[in-house]
């Protein structure tokens, strides 16, 4: 099964309407179909899926095609818009309690993430706002639980509160928070059992640490590759404990994380962190718009544009798409985008980046050849100035000389100025010009 | 004879025991799949394109997968217009019967057996990502193996993660059984490599392994793990006769990712499938037996020694449609 995210499903679609100046109703129809199961195919709850279609038919339904883009990357636009909204702004601040110690409660599933999370939170909370925190191991049921918080305080040379396994989870957490005071600790957090949010008998035991410690914060930990029960586990916990944040953990992986939509859609509760591998730094904030392309398949495709933001000003690059546009774009032009391109990173994981790509026969495990990109850097460099820019006049004795020039062959030199000429019309036609047929993917020289 | 009471049967035959083991961890599960059922047939009289519409949003909110479950809802329709179908209620039998067919598709049920050597040691590592329950799954495991006679050596493959040891060592002791361990941050190939010395030395009947959490997309953690296979595969001939790959039930759509790329990595020869005694109700499985071919061999459902229970799919449909079964005879 190939698990495509929008953008290539939004492909086919585009082609039948590109060219029309306005989005119909049976476009709509169509793409959002494609929309929806993009969602479900990221685990975003079916429940989630269904208003958010809802209201992106009534908004696009009868939009004009704005200016530069097509219909499928309005779309795109819309459905983006509705995921970043609903996924709220960046909110990765950290309670601080009146009086100390602020107290911390690590609540979840089991397995999620929680112990190894605590581990991260301490960490990043004596980096970043120089305190000093104590973690509490209060899961008593878990084998070798105890153990494993030890061992991460020992890594973090921070102390754990623990009092064994006979001991009851709700003193543990009271005598901790004493410990705490007595020690002028400003962080106290409480690493709890994993549990099912239907075992009520466990769920009440959260409830009476809770009445007894009264947290600054509640963190819900939960798995980013949960399916569709995520709703379910979230909605539960937050009725029963009315957290205030969620961690997001394991999205170091290569899961499309739509669990984030659902949890956010029924709880409301900011997505605080993310959690980014196993190791204790692993912890970064979380950031709701990347996670919005993330599920929509498309998270590469804007940190590309970030990227390219960052490296290309924006005047510069208007320049540049009008000369797509009018097809006045040279070989001058083309040597400038290479280096810009390749001072963003790895040719093929730029590659890899672009929506389209894993579709493109071979082209997902290539290893762009950077030789290749290398000989046609040199070509262009052994033309002359005016070559550049008016390639036609580049006749047979002057083939020559630039074939010698950049130690290539003739027939290497052609190949290069046949691609460049068909390039030039395939950008034509992309940049919003005259609509034509189009014929296979864009053919960049070097691919 | 109806399906339903062919599957009636059949669960009949096994121990109750077991079946009411299976069908009392699945209690969550089948209430809320089995209620979503009953309302849908009882909401819509006859079946047409919004009952189907309907429909495709249980099994998808089951985790079934949107691929599968647009295979299913095609051929659902077309059995029903080809058995003249226009009862909603008759349409319940039509939808476990598929489901039950898309789980075998011509296999028959013992490739839900564990495969083991009957004369001489067996080996069976266990892979998955991180939390999935490997561990607590091999602690179950042991004990049943145990249980059945069998003389079973753990060895402690997870030298990575944080206590990882330690929860190996409580469960051997738990299940008592023998575990073979390093140091935190040793190698796991040398670790398994003594395991299987020290299980042959004492003439063990099944070496367990255990190893560290991994995801999928890390390439050189993925890499170690071929290592710990063909370390394995040398030493004792046919081994691993089984390579277990333990998903969490509540996994969504990554766990087609999972299996693929584990599957690619170490031949994965079977699933556990963990936490089925929550609310999630695992339909994934489906679409991996459906698209990857690998069956589902055990059931985790709980954190107990106890609560491991082999795979039979007639049994996780029945737990799905346990309800609908007893109306069935209630009505006959
Ligand atoms: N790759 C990755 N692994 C993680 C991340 N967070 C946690 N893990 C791993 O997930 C597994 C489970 O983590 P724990 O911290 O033990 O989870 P828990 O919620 O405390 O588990 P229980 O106490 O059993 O409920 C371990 O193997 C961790 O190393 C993450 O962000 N990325
Ligand atoms: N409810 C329930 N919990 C389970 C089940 N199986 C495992 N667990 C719990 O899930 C958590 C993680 O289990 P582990 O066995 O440590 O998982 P693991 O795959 O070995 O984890 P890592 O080694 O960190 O990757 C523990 O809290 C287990 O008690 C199950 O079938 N049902
Ligand atoms: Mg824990
Ligand atoms: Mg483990």
Redesign the interface.
């Known amino acids: 099964m190939a698990f495509e995210g929008l953008a290539d499903r939004l492909q086919g679609t585009i082609k039948k309407i590109t060219g029309k100046g306005k989005v119909t109703e049976q476009d709509v129809k169509e793409m959002t179909r494609e929309v929806r199961l993009a969602l479900l195919e990221a685990d975003v709850n079916f429940k989630v899926v269904k208003d958010l279609i809802k209201r992106i038919k009534e908004r696009a339904i009868g939009q004009e095609v704005l200016q530069g883009l097509n219909p499928g990357q309005q779309v795109i636009k819309v459905v983006k818009e509705e995921l970043t909204e609903l996924m709220g702004g960046e909110q990765s601040k950290i309670a601080v309690a009146n009086k100390p110690p602020t107290v911390i409660m690590m609540v979840g599933l089991q397995g999620a993430g929680k112990t190894t999370t605590t581990g991260k939170l301490a960490n990043h909370l004596r980096k970043k706002y120089n305190r000093n925190p104590m973690l509490v191991a209060a899961d008593v049921y878990r084998p070798a639980a105890i153990n494993q918080l030890e061992t991460l305080g020992k890594q973090l040379d921070m102390p754990v509160y623990s009092k064994g396994t006979e001991a009851n989870p709700v003193d543990i957490a009271k005598e901790a928070i004493d410990q705490a005071k007595e020690d002028h600790k400003d962080y106290v957090i409480i690493d709890t059992a994993g549990r099912l949010h239907v075992d009520e008998g466990l769920m009440d035991e959260l409830q009476q640490i809770k009445d007894t410690v009264q947290p600054d914060e509640i963190f819900l930990v939960v798995d980013s590759m949960t399916g569709q029960d995520a709703v379910n586990v979230a909605e539960s916990f937050d009725e029963q404990l009315d957290i205030s944040g969620v961690v997001l953990t394991k999205l170091d992986g290569d899961t499309r994380g739509g669990a984030a939509l659902s949890i956010k859609a029924v709880t409301g509760k900011p997505i605080k962190f993310a959690g980014m591998g196993e190791k204790l730094d692993q912890l970064e904030a979380f950031h709701p718009d990347r996670m919005a392309s993330r599920i929509l398949g498309m998270g590469d495709v804007l940190s590309l544009i970030e990227k390219a933001e960052t490296d290309v000003d924006e005047k510069k690059a208007k320049e540049m798409e009008q000369k797509m546009k009018d097809a006045s774009f040279t070989f001058e032009d083309f040597l400038e985008q290479m280096g810009q391109v390749r001072s963003m990173g790895p040719l093929d994981e730029l590659v890899n980046m672009m929506p389209g790509a894993n579709k493109m026969k071979g082209m997902k495990n290539m290893q762009l050849d950077e030789k290749q990109i290398d000989q046609v850097e040199a070509i262009i460099q052994s033309m002359t100035k005016k070559e550049r820019v008016e390639p036609d006049i580049i006749n047979a004795s002057r083939k020559k000389r630039i074939a010698s020039g950049s130690g290539t062959s003739v027939a290497q030199v052609n190949r290069l100025l046949k691609q460049f000429n068909e390039m030039k019309k395939m950008m034509k036609q992309m940049m919003g010009g005259k609509k034509g047929k189009k014929k296979g993917g864009l053919n960049f020289p070097f691919m | 004879m109806g399906f339903f009471k062919k599957l009636k049967d059949k669960i009949n035959n096994q121990t109750d025991q077991v079946t009411d083991k299976f069908k009392d961890g699945m209690e969550?599960t089948r209430d809320s799949f089995t209620s979503k059922v009953n309302d849908l047939v009882a909401r819509y009289r006859s079946v047409d394109e919004e009952f189907f519409e309907e429909l495709e949003?249980i099994l998808?909110?089951?985790?079934v997968?949107?691929?599968t479950v647009m295979t299913l809802i095609e051929e659902l329709e077309m059995e029903v217009k080809r058995r003249n179908i226009k009862d909603t209620s008759q349409v319940k039998e039509v939808i476990s019967e598929k489901l039950v067919e898309i789980y075998y598709d011509g296999d028959d049920e013992s490739i839900e057996e564990i495969n083991l050597n009957e004369n001489g040691l067996s080996v069976i590592l266990t892979v998955g990502?991180?939390?999935?329950?490997k561990t607590t799954t091999i602690?179950k495991l042991a004990h049943r193996l145990k249980s059945e006679g069998k003389n079973v050596v753990l060895a402690a493959g997870d030298t990575?993660?944080?206590?990882?040891i330690?929860?190996l060592?409580?469960?051997g002791e738990?299940a008592g059984v023998g575990v073979i361990k390093h140091s935190?941050g040793s190698d796991p190939a040398a670790v398994i490599y003594d395991g299987i010395q020290a299980a042959k030395s004492r003439g063990a009947d099944v070496l367990i392994c255990d190893t560290a959490g991994r995801?999928?997309?890390?390439v050189n953690l993925m890499n170690e793990l071929a290592k710990v296979k063909k370390v394995i595969s040398r030493e004792v001939e046919g081994a691993p006769h089984e390579t277990l790959l333990v998903l969490?039930a509540?996994?969504?759509?990554?766990?087609?990712?999972q299996v693929k790329t584990f599957k690619e990595v170490t031949d994965v020869s079977g699933i556990v499938l963990t936490?089925l005694?929550?609310?999630?109700?695992g339909g994934?499985v489906l679409?991996i037996k459906n698209?990857l071919d690998i069956p589902v061999k055990f059931v985790g459902l709980g954190?107990q020694m106890e609560d491991l229970q082999p795979f039979d799919a007639h049994q996780f449909v029945y737990g799905l449609f346990g309800d609908l079964m007893q109306e069935e005879s209630n009505e006959s």
């Open positions: 969550k949003e998808i909110s089951a985790d997968g949107v691929e990502v991180n939390g999935v329950g602690g990575f993660r944080a206590g990882a330690d929860q060592e409580v469960w738990r935190e995801l999928q997309n890390k969490d509540t996994t969504g759509q990554n766990a087609i990712s936490k005694d929550g609310t999630a109700r994934i679409a698209e954190e």
